[in-house]
């Protein structure tokens, strides 16, 4: 009888007391609080969202039709789904062959670039020669100095060479160690050869192996991640790098073969007008073919992110940028 | 180890004068792009800025004109100076909005939070479609501003105090603002990995003795993460410059096939851009370098202080060697006795002497 009446005393008291909320909601030194929590989270999403603004704003504006761009009672969601937008703008991009040849810009120059700069960061890396740091020095140096001073020379030297237009303006660069970013690719190949244990590939050279085998056979294996990440971000960066792309392999008064989708989407508007005038399309441009346009364009990479992402996002980690 | 490899400098062995051929044999192509593509196109654009070029049919035709190009951008170019300056203080002004919003996002993802990769995901994502024309569309619809922030109405407030020119500055970076924290992909992971290698016990330790979060940021965080932040300073300057959005390059592109202006007037524009360019790494440079800590200096002003007292010892006693001489010379015509009582003056002589010194 007496231990029922304890309990039922013990049961009365107020289960949240003033010092338990306080500690729930401001947190200890070991653990955050709610309202700590909390704030942080509105924080994170709120700076999500305001980063992922332009692209839904990109992706509501380019399924609006005329009417809906000009009814003001519609500023997000369109009235119906319409892919029309994104019909004129891939026929006024060429959308098809202009995509596989992006992927021939981007992609030759990028298998250079990371076979080329693997060799040349294993090269510093593994070996002591004369002049070594010398050369690092001009490495970095170049990486700071602009390109608008070697630009004028480099493309005297193309246009003697009746390379403008071509792709070789671009293969070439990136087949001695000069592609677009490569000193950072150098870089990075530099500090992850550097990782790898000597000792390894002494034991290779006793065992009669080559310097090109064990490189080949031993470092090349140990630096996929290395691998990976420069030759995401070179493909990324050739695919929207537009000037030296419409300098150099588009041209711009000679016109090259060539063009890739961003170049595309720089003269959309000369691009669409014309193809308005030839074909008689009744809709004129608008900002939501020119949003769709610039979907279209971005697209291919945008998946290629939602597939490999974690090799994107994790690629920094792993290149040893901020030491080991 | 290094001292080994210091003795090998003297005179090569066999293995090692191999490694170092299969070492240019690795790096050559490289040195062969850096001297078709970087040294040769340098000296040349040199050549061209000082020139005025024009292509003919036979081919290009280089005239000497010295500093013409120059002075005349500086004195009849009504776009390009203002242009430079537009992007000397844009440059200036966003770099420490990048870095600082980078940083702070970072230390927000370091905690323990939910979603953390998708957040990540989040921030990254800009990078991959960050480009020229994607960036042109965009901020021509507007679809670059904070939705909710009266631009208008910050410029008209900014333009109250501070002159025309670099209130300008402030509002263009404040229109433009979705696209300047665009450009922190790259740096928020850059700080993520520098922060998660940051070693724990440290923070404990500091918890233990009473310090706060706040002391901690200041005292572990920043100071273990400042080249970091000079790295990111520095890449976020090169970044900006080679943007597209940034003007510049197009006018130096657009001058290039200019009938009126032709290559030396764009070498010129190219080559005052690097200037100012290279004025701005500087900048953040001097301000970020990391300066040798307080102990550090101690440690060095002491060994200084000891390389001086030491010199002055050894001068003492070399002059105290060369009175001994003189007098002995003196003494061994004179005879031994009068030598010893000569010598033992000149050594308290010598002794009170280096005292003396060393008091002062």
């Known amino acids: 009888m007496k231990k029922h009446n304890i309990i039922s005393i013990e049961n009365k008291r107020p289960r949240v007391n003033k010092d338990k909320l306080r500690k729930l909601l401001l947190g200890t030194k070991e653990k955050k609080g709610l309202l700590n929590q909390l704030f942080l989270y509105s924080l994170l999403i709120c700076i999500g969202f305001v980063y992922l603004y332009p692209l839904l704003y990109m992706i509501s504006k380019s399924f609006m039709s005329l009417e809906d761009l000009l009814d003001t009672s519609i500023s997000w969601i369109p009235s119906k789904l319409n892919f029309g937008n994104y019909l004129k703008a891939a026929r006024s991009m060429d959308y098809l062959k202009t995509f596989l040849q992006s992927v021939i810009v981007a992609g030759i120059p990028t298998l250079l670039n990371v076979i080329v700069c693997s060799f040349v960061g294993y090269g510093f890396a593994r070996f002591e020669f004369k002049g070594k740091k010398l050369m690092l020095g001009i490495l970095i140096f170049s990486f700071i100095l602009p390109p608008q001073i070697t630009m004028m020379p480099t493309y005297v030297l193309f246009n003697n060479l009746k390379l403008v237009g071509k792709l070789q303006s671009f293969l070439i660069p990136a087949l001695l160690g000069q592609g677009l970013n490569a000193q950072i690719f150098i870089l990075i190949f530099y500090q992850f050869f550097k990782l790898v244990p000597k000792v390894l590939i002494e034991a290779a050279h006793i065992d009669g192996a080559g310097f090109f085998r064990s490189f080949l056979r031993i470092s090349v294996p140990s630096a996929k991640p290395a691998y990976i990440t420069v030759f995401l971000f070179s493909l990324v960066w050739y695919w929207n790098e537009s000037y030296l792309t419409q300098l150099y392999v588009s041209g711009v008064y000679i016109k090259g073969t060539l063009s890739t989708l961003i170049i595309k989407l720089k003269q959309f508007d000369v691009n669409y007008n014309t193809m308005q005038t030839v074909e008689g399309v009744a809709t004129s441009n608008n900002e939501s073919i020119r949003m769709a346009a610039t979907l279209l364009s971005i697209l291919p990479v945008l998946i290629m992110y939602f597939i490999m992402q974690r090799s994107f996002v994790e690629s920094i980690d792993r290149t040893g940028i901020t030491g080991e | ?360």
């Open chain 2, 1 to 360: 180890m290094r001292k080994a490899q210091k003795v090998k400098k003297v005179k090569l062995g066999k293995l090692a004068k191999r490694e170092a051929r299969m070492g240019y044999i690795f790096v050559l192509p490289w040195i062969i792009g850096a001297v078709l593509f970087l040294i040769v196109p340098l000296i040349q654009s040199f050549q061209y800025s000082l020139a005025d070029i024009k292509i003919t049919p036979k081919g290009m035709k280089i005239d000497f004109v010295a500093f013409e190009n120059f002075t005349q951008i500086w004195l009849e170019d009504a776009e390009y100076p203002l242009a430079l300056g537009g992007y000397f203080w844009e440059t200036i002004l966003s770099v420490p909005i990048i870095v600082v919003f980078a940083l702070l996002i970072a230390m927000f993802l370091n905690q323990k939070i939910r979603c953390k990769g998708l957040f990540r995901l989040i921030f990254f994502l800009p990078v991959i479609i960050v480009s020229g024309p994607v960036m042109n569309m965009l901020s021509s619809q507007g679809a670059a501003t904070i939705p909710s922030m009266n631009v208008a109405a910050i410029r008209s407030a900014l333009e109250g105090f501070l002159p025309y020119y670099i209130a300008s500055g402030f509002s263009d970076v404040f229109s433009n603002m979705i696209m300047i924290l665009w450009y922190s992909g790259v740096q928020i992971l850059i700080f993520l990995s520098a922060l998660q290698k940051i070693d724990s016990s440290l923070y404990e330790a500091a918890k233990i003795d009473g310090g706060s979060g706040w002391e901690c940021f200041w005292k572990i965080t920043l100071p273990t993460i400042k080249p970091m932040i000079l790295l990111n300073a520095v890449y976020t300057v090169i970044f900006l410059s080679n943007n597209e959005q940034n003007n510049i390059i197009n006018i130096i592109q657009n001058a290039m096939f200019a009938g009126n202006k032709g290559y030396g007037y764009a070498s010129a524009m190219a080559w005052m851009y690097a200037i100012v360019q290279t004025i701005i790494v500087a900048i953040v440079a001097v301000l970020l370098l990391t300066r040798k800590d307080a102990y550090d200096k101690q440690v060095k002003r002491r060994k200084k202080e000891l390389r001086k007292q030491n010199r002055t010892l050894r001068r003492i006693r070399r002059r105290n060697r060369r009175k001994e001489k003189s007098v002995s010379s003196l003494s061994k015509s004179k005879g031994n006795v009068a030598w010893h009582t000569i010598r033992k003056n000149s050594m308290t002589l010598g002794k009170n002497g280096g005292e003396e010194h060393e008091k002062a």
